[in-house]
């Protein structure tokens, strides 16, 4: 026997759900009431503790200043502000397990957030995801990190914050420190290797004056070129006169080292080539000398000068004004929430009790 048109299911449209809110407003009203209610109840200051929020915004200095590279470049490039990888370090840093326990036990936040550190079986992962709900990173425009946190105190909310960018700081910057120590120790031995080989340099170069009698480049050598100018000349008007014994011997002396003296023109020649060229190197480690010290002194300036890698928007502060919860908010989505759900239960029993009465139908 087929069944009629008003014993099959009603088909599902907008319609239908209007006759069902009508058919049962009772039941879904009721469950959205009670829900309000037990929202209204959950939300009172008495169970749900009123949290304020502090925040302030960091932002991270580059780290080129800190580029040896790019510090003894011609041109150096140093910017101020940080980079978006700067960031990152920087949030990898504030978020490290490290550096939670350090503010946890700093402020005893153990106690706050109701774990027991010595008697629990796992104190740190019930204290990390407390922690990791009341604190927060959140990326801001201009490469900055903000730091918020929440606490029922707005005091301690606020010094949160302001420890957990000062530990960020130092750690970051002992970071960089430790990276100039090795590079500063590598600059002071390559500036005393160039002090040791300057010294012996100078040393021969002393010696070999000395020994070849090359006492001044310059006026040495016009005034040896004099004399045996003048020598060539005596000897020419001693020829002159027939008695150039002596003028002959004082050129030779003058001319050959092979005449005995010490201070020949050709001695001298040959001293010279090798004062010069001990001159020139000693220049060279003279000036490489010079830069190696600048740069020891750039480093050692750097490495005492305590340079802050963070610049901090302000302090945080204590918050006068409650940031949650927001009680219209969570009434609105409870609202919302069980309305849809208490009719779609709705609908799921009209449904079942539908097929049910169609069913009997058929079967009579």
């Not at 740190?124 to 801001?140: E, S, W």
């Not at 000398?289 to 340079?307: G, P, W």
């Not at 901090?312 to 927001?326: N, V």
Request: glycine content about 4%; overall charge negative; proline content about 3%.
């Amino acid at each position: 026997m087929a069944s009629s048109p008003s014993s099959e299911v009603s088909s599902f449209n907008l319609l239908y759900i209007f006759q069902i809110i009508r058919k049962h407003l009772v039941y879904i009203a009721g469950i959205v009431g009670a829900c309000l209610v037990l929202a209204f109840i959950f939300t009172l200051p008495v169970i749900y503790k009123p949290e304020y929020k502090s925040s302030t915004i960091v932002y991270p200095t580059s780290a080129e200043r800190y580029d040896v590279i790019n510090l003894f470049h011609d041109e150096p490039i140093l910017y101020l502000y940080g980079e978006s990888k700067d960031v990152e370090k920087i949030e990898q840093i504030a978020t490290h397990e490290e550096v939670k326990l350090m503010v946890m036990d700093s402020l005893n936040l153990w106690e706050v957030y109701g774990v027991d550190k010595e008697n629990d079986e796992s104190p740190k992962y019930y204290g990390f995801r407390t922690y990791d709900a009341m604190v927060k990173m959140t990326r801001v425009a201009g490469n900055g990190l903000e730091i918020e946190a929440y606490d029922v105190d707005p005091d301690r909310a606020a010094q949160i914050v302001n420890l957990l960018a000062y530990i960020t700081n130092q750690r970051y910057k002992q970071m960089l420190n430790e990276n100039k120590e090795p590079i500063l120790a590598m600059y002071r031995d390559g500036y005393q290797q160039l002090e040791e080989q300057l010294a012996l340099y100078t040393d021969s170069l002393r010696r070999v004056r000395v020994r070849l009698n090359v006492l001044n480049t310059e006026t040495q050598t016009e005034k040896l070129v004099e004399q045996v100018l003048l020598a060539e000349t005596a000897y020419a008007e001693a020829q002159a006169r027939g008695n150039s014994t002596i003028a002959k011997a004082r050129l030779d002396r003058l001319l050959n080292k092979s005449a005995g003296s010490s201070i020949s023109l050709e001695s001298f020649r040959e001293g010279l080539d090798l004062v010069l060229a001990l001159e020139e190197v000693n220049e060279y480690l003279s000036r490489d000398l010079k830069d190696a010290r600048e740069k020891v002194e750039v480093l050692e300036a750097m490495f005492n000068t305590d340079y802050n890698t963070l610049l901090i928007s302000g302090e945080a502060l204590p918050s006068d004004r409650k940031a949650r919860p927001i009680r219209w908010v969570i009434l609105l989505a409870t609202l919302m929430i069980s309305a849809l759900v208490a009719i779609f239960g709705a609908v799921l029993i009209d449904r079942i009790t539908g097929a049910v009465d169609t069913e009997a139908t058929e079967k009579k």
